[in-house]
């Protein structure tokens, strides 16, 4: 079993990546953005009250969110492993993790972070896409779809995310250095971390990464 989390700051590259090494290593996902974003389309509870934290950029309360994961995570259902993308971000949900992990007697193989400059982030960020439907990404410049505005994968309209709007990006970046990247120390300490430089295409980020797991 490989259980990995892959970290960075919004737009670095972290669903791109996972979306490769998922099918890759055959894990099973846990991004609590995509889940966030699911309960927002269908206007449930939960979505609702994401979606006040979400598009002004900040993040959903911490016992929200652990508990939304510990959920997913009870399940049990990664007969490979599973892949975490977009949580943890703070302190408190990066120990909640290893209770919940501890609770069921597993553990992290590998803490990846993608780790690229602030200007490469607004200009990714800025050109962002997603499908309406299927959630998959797209960026106008370095990754557009083979029709414009239109899905590859399922035909659907591709979408800009409220929150990649430039406002919203700017303060998700200052929420990350001040709640997401002390993580990262967490993990160094923990002997778990392997940074990849994310500025670069990314197959070849793809690469690095799977060379250094094994594949
Ligand atoms: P994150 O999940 O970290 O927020 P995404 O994977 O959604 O980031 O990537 C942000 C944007 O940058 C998307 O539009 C994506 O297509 C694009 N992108 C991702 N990786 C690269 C790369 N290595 N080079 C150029 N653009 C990239
Ligand atoms: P990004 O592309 O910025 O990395 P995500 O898709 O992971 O963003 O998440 C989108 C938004 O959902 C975040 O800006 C935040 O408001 C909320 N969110 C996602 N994961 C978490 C989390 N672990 N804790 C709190 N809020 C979260
Ligand atoms: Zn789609």
Redesign the pocket.
């Given at each position: 079993m490989i259980n990995l989390l892959i970290m960075?700051?919004?737009?670095?590259g972290?669903?791109t990546q996972a979306s490769r090494l998922l099918e890759h290593y055959q894990l099973t996902h846990i991004?609590?953005?995509?889940?966030?974003?699911e309960e927002m389309a269908k206007d449930s509870e939960i979505g609702k009250l994401?979606k006040e934290?979400?598009g002004k950029?900040?993040?959903?309360?911490?016992d929200i969110?652990n508990d939304i994961?510990k959920e997913v995570l009870h399940k049990q259902d990664y007969p490979k492993g599973f892949m975490l993308?977009?949580?943890?971000?703070?302190k408190a949900?990066a120990v909640a993790l290893d209770k919940m992990m501890d609770e069921l007697g597993i553990t992290l193989t590998s803490v990846i972070n993608v780790d690229v400059d602030d200007s490469v982030l607004l200009e990714r960020?800025a050109g962002?896409r997603v499908c309406s439907n299927c959630g998959a990404t797209y960026h106008i410049h370095f990754h557009p779809p083979v029709k414009d505005c239109v899905c590859d994968l399922c035909g659907h309209p591709l979408i800009q995310?409220e929150?990649d709007l430039e406002e919203s990006v700017l303060n998700?970046l200052k929420?990350y250095n001040e709640k997401t990247k002390p993580l990262l120390d967490y993990y160094k300490k923990k002997g778990l971390l392997f940074v990849v430089n994310g500025d670069m295409p990314k197959d070849k980020v793809f690469r690095i990464i799977t060379q250094k797991l094994g594949d």
């Amino acid at each position: 079993m490989i259980n990995l989390l892959i970290m960075g700051k919004p737009g670095a590259g972290k669903g791109t990546q996972a979306s490769r090494l998922l099918e890759h290593y055959q894990l099973t996902h846990i991004s609590t953005g995509d889940i966030y974003r699911e309960e927002m389309a269908k206007d449930s509870e939960i979505g609702k009250l994401a979606k006040e934290y979400i598009g002004k950029g900040e993040l959903v309360p911490d016992d929200i969110t652990n508990d939304i994961v510990k959920e997913v995570l009870h399940k049990q259902d990664y007969p490979k492993g599973f892949m975490l993308d977009g949580f943890p971000r703070t302190k408190a949900q990066a120990v909640a993790l290893d209770k919940m992990m501890d609770e069921l007697g597993i553990t992290l193989t590998s803490v990846i972070n993608v780790d690229v400059d602030d200007s490469v982030l607004l200009e990714r960020m800025a050109g962002r896409r997603v499908c309406s439907n299927c959630g998959a990404t797209y960026h106008i410049h370095f990754h557009p779809p083979v029709k414009d505005c239109v899905c590859d994968l399922c035909g659907h309209p591709l979408i800009q995310r409220e929150d990649d709007l430039e406002e919203s990006v700017l303060n998700r970046l200052k929420i990350y250095n001040e709640k997401t990247k002390p993580l990262l120390d967490y993990y160094k300490k923990k002997g778990l971390l392997f940074v990849v430089n994310g500025d670069m295409p990314k197959d070849k980020v793809f690469r690095i990464i799977t060379q250094k797991l094994g594949d």
